[in-house]
């Protein structure tokens, strides 16, 4: 039986978890010890560790995330990049973290959903929006960085 020494864990919206950011915290969960969960709808390799687990849910629009959702404790950490997600979790009380070292927070998330629904009104509209940037180094330092905060706070 493991014992942790912090009473949160981590949540991690596997399916389009940069492969970086999964090494980060996998990394992270053996160093501090801390519960960590990859939630997917498909297999995810996992590094071997008793703090670090996969859930295979099945397919299924936000199947995984409300798998998340339902599982989430004031205090645990969610890493995503689905912002309806980030904004449920904020809303169970917990903390939400991108995987470009971004947290979610009360103050930022409403214009984060106002601007997603807007960007998803317009590609419905035939407007070609373009995508994020492709994913850098420096969001795998800050994503690091803003982690070891977080955890160092635990």
Same mark, same amino acid.
Do not use: H
């Given at each position: 039986m493991v014992t942790q020494k912090a009473?949160?864990?981590?949540? *991690?919206?596997? !399916? @389009?978890? /940069? %492969?970086?950011? +999964?090494?980060?915290?996998f990394? @992270? @969960? +053996?160093? *501090?010890?801390?519960? =960590? =969960?990859f939630v997917a709808n498909q297999e995810v390799q996992i590094s071997a560790s008793p703090y670090i687990k996969a859930v295979q849910v099945r397919a299924g629009l936000d199947v995984a995330d409300k798998y998340i959702v339902e599982q989430l404790n004031p205090g645990? &950490? *969610?890493?995503? $990049?689905?912002?309806? &997600?980030? $904004?449920?979790a904020i809303a169970k009380g917990t *903390? $939400? &973290? %991108?995987?470009?070292g971004e947290f979610y927070t009360d103050g930022n998330i409403r214009e984060r959903l106002s601007l997603? %629904?807007?960007m998803d009104e317009l590609r419905s !509209?035939?407007?070609? =929006?373009?995508? /994020?940037? @492709?994913?850098?180094q420096r969001d795998r330092?800050? #994503? $690091? %960085?803003?982690l070891d905060? #977080? &955890?160092q706070r635990q």
């Amino acid at each position: 039986m493991v014992t942790q020494k912090a009473s949160i864990q981590i949540w *991690v919206d596997a !399916d @389009a978890c /940069p %492969n970086p950011i +999964k090494e980060i915290l996998f990394r @992270a @969960a +053996k160093r *501090v010890e801390i519960m =960590t =969960t990859f939630v997917a709808n498909q297999e995810v390799q996992i590094s071997a560790s008793p703090y670090i687990k996969a859930v295979q849910v099945r397919a299924g629009l936000d199947v995984a995330d409300k798998y998340i959702v339902e599982q989430l404790n004031p205090g645990d &950490l *969610v890493i995503t $990049a689905d912002i309806p &997600l980030a $904004a449920e979790a904020i809303a169970k009380g917990t *903390v $939400a &973290l %991108n995987p470009r070292g971004e947290f979610y927070t009360d103050g930022n998330i409403r214009e984060r959903l106002s601007l997603r %629904n807007f960007m998803d009104e317009l590609r419905s !509209d035939g407007v070609d =929006t373009g995508g /994020p940037p @492709a994913f850098s180094q420096r969001d795998r330092q800050n #994503f $690091a %960085n803003q982690l070891d905060r #977080f &955890l160092q706070r635990q």
